[in-house]
């Protein structure tokens, strides 16, 4: 009898080789290879006859139809999603521990099974009556919606043939595994063919399945990178478990766009969704203290203002701190050699720590103006001239103020939120003349610091 192959396998990229490893030639991770049985390929007998489906078609004569979307109840997820759940797509959902992904997911299981029929919740982490305790909790008690306690994949898939549920979350995929395959659950192997069976089930029956993941210390999604590849959706819940603000991004959407973000806020009774998350980031915002600048940012379609601070204070350290929350420290460093060349601020005197405030991460340029601002204003202890000001523009490295996007939509925004005036590129301000309000416009560094010093 042929004795079984092992291959060890690396548990962080999925990488195989047929002896031991120290360190992983593909990710560079130390220790993280794991004995595992070989999988067997089967062949499969060559079909005899072709079905529709295979036969080449030309682009021009397919026909393309709008996807059917289940509506979630929520419309912070309906935003990220692109509209609502895909029938037959399946959704990956990542972060920390505790930070309420499995409340979200009950949330939208209750919703949906009151509008649309039997949802399946399947939990390898909770036993039933824990689910229960969080249903009771935040009323999510929908009698189509069932719950199972289940790990092994074989026994779920019969029960969603008993069941046949218009849409089913799995919780998590790290813990599901096939008892043909004899490493253990979570390890490469077991996610990526766990993986592999969940797609199947999906695309045949037309199903949607929203699937649980871990991540790493890192932040990172735990398991093979090929089970992102492999789904259609992947969503990332980011925030800390002591603040009450959640943000859901989207990662990777085939039917939508990745820049739309939701916003939540954790209460007793579950997430509650924020709609007006320019009012929740600035609502206790003190506009004329030294170091605070209000800023504006575009996620996706939806115009965002948020606070942004800055402390500089005199180091004794030889090298001085660089520390930044919700911004890119390679771009805090681009804009605090600006000051240096273009203003003579001597930064490298100075520890510097910036924060925007409410846990958001400032993707792209629309902040340079606001950050070099209020980096400047807590170097001078200087506050603005100018009562409720609304700064956006990005810097170039020779000191210019460039254009940006949609800032006629950030105007509005910052109006509708009362404030009174606006330090914007001059380029922007061009395209925005019939605008009654206090415009400002900027073409350099040292224009925008005259302007609000």
Not at 162 to 182: E, G, H, M, N
Request: aromatic content about 6%.
């Amino acid at each position: 009898m042929a004795k079984d192959k092992t291959v060890f396998v690396c548990q962080n990229c999925g990488y195989d080789a047929p002896k031991s490893f120290g360190k992983c030639p593909t990710c560079n991770q130390w220790n993280t290879a794991v004995e595992e049985m070989l999988i067997k390929e089967i062949k499969m007998k060559k079909s005899t006859g072709l079905s529709s489906n295979s036969i080449p078609q030309s682009i021009t004569e397919i026909v393309s139809g709008a996807y059917q979307r289940y509506d979630t109840g929520i419309g912070e997820l309906n935003r990220v999603l692109g509209g609502g759940i895909v029938k037959g797509s399946l959704t990956l959902i990542s972060g920390a521990p505790g930070i309420g992904k499995s409340t979200l997911l009950l949330q939208t299981a209750d919703y949906i099974s009151k509008k649309l029929g039997k949802v399946l919740y399947v939990s390898g982490e909770e036993s039933s009556e824990q689910i229960k305790i969080r249903g009771d909790r935040i009323g999510s008690l929908s009698p189509n919606l069932y719950i199972l306690s289940e790990t092994n994949l074989e026994r779920i898939e019969e029960h969603l043939t008993d069941i046949k549920p218009v849409f089913i979350i799995i919780d998590s995929i790290q813990t599901l595994f096939k008892a043909s395959i004899t490493s253990a659950p979570g390890s490469v192997s077991q996610v990526r063919e766990c993986a592999n069976e969940l797609m199947r089930i999906a695309k045949v029956n037309n199903i949607p399945f929203f699937i649980v993941a871990h991540v790493t210390k890192h932040g990172e999604l735990a398991g093979p990178r090929v089970l992102e590849h492999m789904v259609d959706t992947v969503l990332s819940f980011e925030g800390e478990r002591t603040q009450e603000f959640r943000i859901l991004r989207t990662m990777k959407n085939r039917f939508g766009t990745t820049s739309e973000i939701g916003v939540f806020e954790m209460q007793q009774q579950g997430l509650k969704e924020i709609t007006n998350p320019s009012q929740v980031f600035l609502e206790d915002s003190n506009y004329n203290s030294e170091g605070s600048v209000a800023i504006g940012l575009m996620e996706g379609s939806r115009p965002i203002l948020v606070e942004i601070q800055a402390l500089v204070s005199k180091t004794n350290l030889p090298m001085p701190r660089r520390t930044a929350v919700g911004i890119d420290n390679a771009r805090l460093n681009l804009i605090l050699a600006v000051l240096e060349k273009k203003l003579g601020a001597p930064f490298f005197l100075y520890d510097v720590y910036v924060n925007v405030v409410g846990g958001l991460s400032m993707d792209g340029t629309y902040g340079d103006l606001g950050l070099a601002l209020a980096l400047y204003s807590s170097l001078k202890g200087k506050s603005f001239k100018l009562n409720k000001t609304l700064v956006v523009g990005e810097i170039g490295l020779i000191g210019e103020v460039r254009p940006i996007s949609f800032s006629d939509r950030l105007v509005s925004e910052g109006t509708k939120m009362g404030f009174e005036n606006f330090i914007i590129p001059n380029r922007n301000k061009d395209k925005m003349q019939n605008n009654k309000s206090n415009i400002i416009g900027v073409d350099t560094l040292m224009d925008a610091v005259k302007s609000v010093f």
